[in-house]
């Protein structure tokens, strides 16, 4: 019981150390600290190397333990990066960095850069009617929000000061930014955000932290802000909470709530303590069992010395212990149809289609990165317990192998499908969209409803064959763009004589009179005057900019057919936006688009576009957003079938493969049985038969 106790006491000081470091020193010695987290990490392998003995292996205990206490270390881990970045970096930055008061918002916000607050001046609010939003599934599809800070009596056309929260505004049309104390009468203090910049942040960091600290996002919606409401600001503009609150009552909720945190933290590494010693405690007894195997009862009697004696020992018997494994048949445990079933069908085929789903959808649902990392993390822990554990070497290969399949397909899936999906989801709808538009006004955009005028010119539609692939293209014009009147001047000719004669000549008030003047016969013989009127031809004009270009692969003909998606229909005039996902390649899918766009313009005597927004063309948003998720329900049932005939093939024969091989081996130890016996008998009686002679 005493040992037990000491093994939580010790397991609760392991995880325990990790938000203490990064609470009191990382700020100040960011890689010493994460060097001893790696050494604190790799401490959770020290349970492999007791893992020995036919005793010891029966279970998986040792593996078990290993993988637990690193599955908890990296939860601490990741625990202590949340509440630096939310809790303990503003807490420095109030306690160290300046206040600053009386600040009139036209100020340069660079003269500011080391504020952790500020007061501001006059009657300072924050112009809620140009707020702007923006979402993006790098952040969960958390709705970032932004509005900028001004002084009425200041006002100079610049902003300096924004005002910045998460979920908490309606769309950039409404007027509505209900962040913090925005629309509380007297407010006119604001808590600086903290810009981090250490590469743990920039490199896992940012997924980890509150939403509150993503200045890149932040950064992003007011690149909108500039765009949409004809604003400018400050290269590197000062991102503030806006509050009623004092810098000492801020202060003081953001050390309780460090406070909270740690106890939290203190909490499960009480939990996971008590976990870790039953673990201990079971390994105990199985390395008990196999000393007591060895040496008899002595074996339990062993002291602490004797036993690091033995770790130590044991070290330079690894070497023979290899050469007597290679040398020495391995005895291995029946084969079981009901252990085939569970590790070699049931557990890989749920794992794959975990991956599958899991990776395909996680990042398009909000906080949907909190189910798939442990998830990854369980899964990678399980594998190396898995490949620790003898006799389960060939298991935890394969779960490797399977779970590595379904990651990729479930990759494909989300950048091929659900990234536009929800991406299309994330962003907004905008109508009556010109087709000589410039679309970096709708860079934000996701569906886009054309005005009536606006259609898909099929004669200026281009298939660009790229290693047997046909990527589309074609442009959306305006029927005010085919072409314009033409007008033509023409001259009556005084043809008929006759009934000029037939007239009477007019007195001189009649051809003086302004009122009696006639349009069509001139009765002075003076020629007809010019007579301007409109012919039905026109004359076809080029547009002034096109950068809405329709796309789809496989779906036209090299010119002057465009079959994809909605374009053949008459009353189709609306379109979703097909964004870059990030990770496309050199010469990939969307470059060879381009290629398209490229060689339509040069054909159709086409302005070449700076920045062409490509998009998929029809006549329901809702449909062609469909499609995307239709797609990836489609590849997910087909994984699931392809992968199910395949595990239950792999799985199945490899039983009948390895009954086999053990039927042989077993053949083989008989026979080798057999000879060593026959050997014993020769040689007893060579030694009788010379014993006799001997006597003789």
């Known amino acids: 019981m005493q040992e037990t106790m000491g093994f939580c006491c010790l397991f609760f000081l392991y995880l325990a150390v990790i938000p203490l470091l990064f609470i009191f020193a990382y700020h100040a010695f960011p890689t010493t600290i994460l060097g001893i987290v790696g050494i604190i990490a790799l401490c959770s392998f020290i349970p492999c190397m007791f893992n020995r003995g036919d005793t010891v292996v029966t279970e998986p205990v040792g593996p078990l333990l290993a993988a637990t206490m690193l599955a908890c270390t990296a939860l601490v881990f990741l625990g202590s990066m949340y509440t630096y970045w939310a809790h303990v970096q503003p807490v420095r930055a109030l306690l160290l960095a300046r206040e600053y008061k009386g600040v009139y918002p036209s100020l340069p916000s660079i003269a500011f850069g080391d504020a952790a607050f500020v007061s501001f001046a006059g009657n300072t609010t924050v112009d809620v009617a140009k707020s702007v939003n923006v979402k993006t599934l790098d952040a969960s599809l958390n709705t970032f929000c932004v509005a900028p800070v001004s002084n009425p009596a200041t006002q100079s056309g610049r902003v300096e000061f924004w005002a910045v929260g998460v979920d908490c505004c309606g769309d950039s049309n409404s007027g509505k930014f209900e962040c913090d104390d925005a629309g509380k009468s007297g407010a006119r203090n604001a808590f600086v955000l903290q810009n981090p910049t250490d590469a743990l942040f920039e490199s896992i960091g940012k997924y980890i932290a509150p939403p509150l600290v993503r200045r890149d996002i932040f950064m992003q919606a007011i690149k909108k802000a500039e765009r949409t409401k004809q604003l400018t600001t400050a290269e590197q503009p000062l991102l503030v909470r806006w509050t009623s609150l004092t810098k000492d009552e801020i202060l003081r909720s953001e050390i309780n709530k460090v406070v909270l945190q740690c106890f939290l933290n203190m909490a499960f590494s009480a939990v996971m303590s008590l976990i870790l010693s039953r673990i201990v405690h079971r390994f105990g007894q199985l390395r008990k069992l196999h000393r007591m195997k060895q040496s008899g009862d002595a074996g339990e009697q062993m002291d602490v010395s004797a036993r690091l004696t033995e770790f130590l020992t044991a070290f330079d018997d690894d070497s023979e212990d290899v050469q007597m494994m290679l040398s020495k048949r391995v005895s291995r445990p029946p084969l079981s149809k009901a252990d085939m079933c569970i590790m070699g069908i049931i557990v890989p085929y749920l794992v794959m289609m975990l991956c599958v789903i899991l990776t395909t959808y996680s990042s398009c649902t909000r ?330």
């Open 367 to 696: 906080n949907g990165h909190l189910i798939y990392a442990p998830f990854i993390t369980i899964l990678g822990l399980y594998i190396l317990a898995l490949t620790a554990t003898p006799n389960r070497v060939v298991n935890g290969m394969f779960l490797l192998l399977v779970s590595t399949t379904g990651l990729y397909i479930g990759y494909e899936n989300y950048t091929t499908n659900m990234f536009h999906y929800c991406g299309v989801e994330a962003r907004r709808e905008y109508s009556n969209v010109a087709s000589d538009a410039s679309g970096d006004k709708y860079w934000d955009a996701g569906v886009l409803n054309f005005g009536a005028k606006s259609y898909l010119s099929q004669n200026h539609s281009v298939g660009f064959l790229y290693k047997e692939t046909v990527y589309c293209a074609a442009p959306i014009l305006s029927h005010g763009d085919d072409c314009v009147d033409t007008p033509v001047t023409a001259m009556l000719q005084n043809q008929n004589d006759a009934v000029n004669d037939a007239v009477a000549p007019l007195s001189f008030l009649q051809r003086t009179s302004r009122m009696h003047t006639s349009l069509d016969v001139d009765y002075d013989g003076i020629p007809h005057p010019p007579v301007v009127f409109h012919s039905t031809q026109c004359k076809a004009t080029v547009p002034k900019r096109v950068e809405f270009w329709a796309i789809g692969t496989n779906c036209c003909s090299s010119r002057s057919d465009f079959r994809c998606d909605g374009a053949k229909d008459a009353n189709a005039h609306a379109a979703v936006v097909v964004r870059a996902t990030g990770t496309e390649e050199p010469g990939g899918h969307r470059d060879q688009f381009f290629n398209a766009i490229s060689q339509a313009a040069a054909a159709n005597d086409l302005p070449l576009p700076e920045r062409p927004v490509l998009i998929r063309w029809g006549k329901d948003p809702k449909d062609l957003r469909q499609t995307w998720a239709k797609g990836a329900v489609g590849i997910i049932l087909l994984t699931a079938m392809v992968s199910l005939l395949s595990i239950l093939v792999v799985g199945i024969g490899s039983y009948f493969f390895l009954k086999r091989a053990r039927r042989r081996e077993k053949q083989e130890e008989d026979e080798e049985e057999k000879k060593g016996v026959d050997g014993d008998a020769f040689f007893s009686k060579a030694r009788a038969g010379l014993r006799e002679q001997l006597r003789v």
